[in-house]
């Protein structure tokens, strides 16, 4: 599949204002791809799908994860969780993606995991940083990213975490592995 073919796919499942932040996390996550040696084409694939599950109705993302025997355990948690394992799916049987990066990018974009590859870090950063983003941070958040992909995925997966503890959001285990291994890999840990 062409990525123009791709492109028209996942603008069907998606409301416009969501398929308009697919494109920019797309452009993102090409830049970080260049500017980090990564594929450009599998960033773009990868962030072409990354939300493609998104729209879907709650119980039919549930049905997928079930299906699949929950391999991460996102069900016991917040329903925003599940739709990263569920695009993994979809891309994989509606798209036909067998390369197991582009999955795994799809799959844990929304928690991060410990151990992440480096398109994995592209598309978790990039679904952050992308231009319309305007939380508070955003732009210490882009700053790092023009520098370390290691220093960015720390910075990013600490401003997720701070938000959720602020919220009371109960915290998935991969976003927590993903935080203290992000801090091994980068030079942005305050060795506490
Ligand atoms: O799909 P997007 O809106 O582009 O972004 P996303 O997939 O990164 O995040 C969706 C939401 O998931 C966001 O509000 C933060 C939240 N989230 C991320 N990690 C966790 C989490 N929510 C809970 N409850 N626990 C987590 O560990
Ligand atoms: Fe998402
Ligand atoms: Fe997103």
Same mark, same amino acid.
């Given at each position: 599949m062409g990525s123009e073919q791709l492109k028209n796919g996942v603008a069907q499942r998606l409301p416009a204002g969501r398929f308009q932040h697919v494109l920019r996390v797309t452009e993102t996550a090409m830049i970080l791809a260049d500017r980090f040696g990564e594929d450009k084409e599998k960033a773009e694939t990868a962030a072409l799908l990354h939300?493609? &599950?998104? &729209?879907?109705p709650k119980e039919e993302l549930k049905r997928i994860v079930v299906s699949e025997g929950d391999p991460a355990g996102?069900? $016991? #948690? /917040? /329903? !925003?969780?599940w739709h990263g394992p569920a695009g993994a799916v979809i891309a994989h049987d !509606? #798209? $036909?993606?067998?390369d197991a990066d582009i999955l795994a990018a799809v799959r844990f974009h929304t928690t991060g995991r410990s151990g992440m590859s480096r398109l994995e870090k592209i598309v978790f950063i990039a679904d952050m940083i992308e231009p319309g983003r305007n939380f508070p941070g955003a732009e210490q958040l882009r700053a790092e990213a023009e520098r370390s992909l290691e220093d960015a995925l720390i910075a990013c997966s600490a401003h997720s975490l701070q938000y959720l503890v602020s919220v009371r959001a109960a915290i998935h285990p991969d976003t927590l592995r993903c935080y203290n291994d992000s801090l091994s890999q980068g030079k942005g840990a305050l060795n506490r």
């Amino acid at each position: 599949m062409g990525s123009e073919q791709l492109k028209n796919g996942v603008a069907q499942r998606l409301p416009a204002g969501r398929f308009q932040h697919v494109l920019r996390v797309t452009e993102t996550a090409m830049i970080l791809a260049d500017r980090f040696g990564e594929d450009k084409e599998k960033a773009e694939t990868a962030a072409l799908l990354h939300d493609v &599950a998104k &729209a879907m109705p709650k119980e039919e993302l549930k049905r997928i994860v079930v299906s699949e025997g929950d391999p991460a355990g996102v069900l $016991g #948690f /917040h /329903h !925003e969780l599940w739709h990263g394992p569920a695009g993994a799916v979809i891309a994989h049987d !509606e #798209f $036909g993606i067998r390369d197991a990066d582009i999955l795994a990018a799809v799959r844990f974009h929304t928690t991060g995991r410990s151990g992440m590859s480096r398109l994995e870090k592209i598309v978790f950063i990039a679904d952050m940083i992308e231009p319309g983003r305007n939380f508070p941070g955003a732009e210490q958040l882009r700053a790092e990213a023009e520098r370390s992909l290691e220093d960015a995925l720390i910075a990013c997966s600490a401003h997720s975490l701070q938000y959720l503890v602020s919220v009371r959001a109960a915290i998935h285990p991969d976003t927590l592995r993903c935080y203290n291994d992000s801090l091994s890999q980068g030079k942005g840990a305050l060795n506490r």
